[in-house]
């Protein structure tokens, strides 16, 4: 656990989250600002700044987080389709540092803003 990191926070349950999915490795919680009908990040336990520090030993986990994605989309109401995002550094729009993949759909400002 990384200290003063909100998602870390989430993680250890410090803060309240609006929680759809938990295991072992991965976490799943509801965006507090979603930009999209539907808009929820996945997010590793452990404290993975961004991808731009992750490392080769973190590809499975790497690989998790796409993997989860579609049955917690189908399970939101998605099964005909969402996006995804992950933010890289400050450059590259990341605001929390501990790396998260969004996943976004059902309509709203997320799905034309590209
Ligand atoms: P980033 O810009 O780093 O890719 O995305 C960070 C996301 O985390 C933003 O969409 C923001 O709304 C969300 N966020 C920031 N703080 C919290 C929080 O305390 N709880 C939840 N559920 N989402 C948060
Ligand atoms: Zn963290």
Not at 99 to 107: D, T
């Amino acid at each position: 656990m990384s200290d003063n990191c909100i998602f870390c926070k989430i993680v250890a349950g410090q803060i309240p989250a609006k929680k759809i999915y938990e295991d072992e490795d991965v976490i799943a919680f509801h965006d507090i600002h979603p930009i999209a009908n539907v808009h929820f990040l996945i997010v590793p336990k452990r404290h993975i700044e961004s991808l731009l520090t992750a490392q080769e030993a973190d590809q499975a986990l790497l690989g998790k987080l796409l993997a989860k994605a579609p049955a917690l989309a189908r399970e939101q109401g998605l099964g005909e389709g969402f996006r995804t995002m992950i933010n890289t550094g400050a450059q590259g729009g990341q605001s929390v540092f501990h790396l998260h993949l969004h996943v976004f759909g059902g309509g709203g400002k997320a799905e034309t803003m590209m």
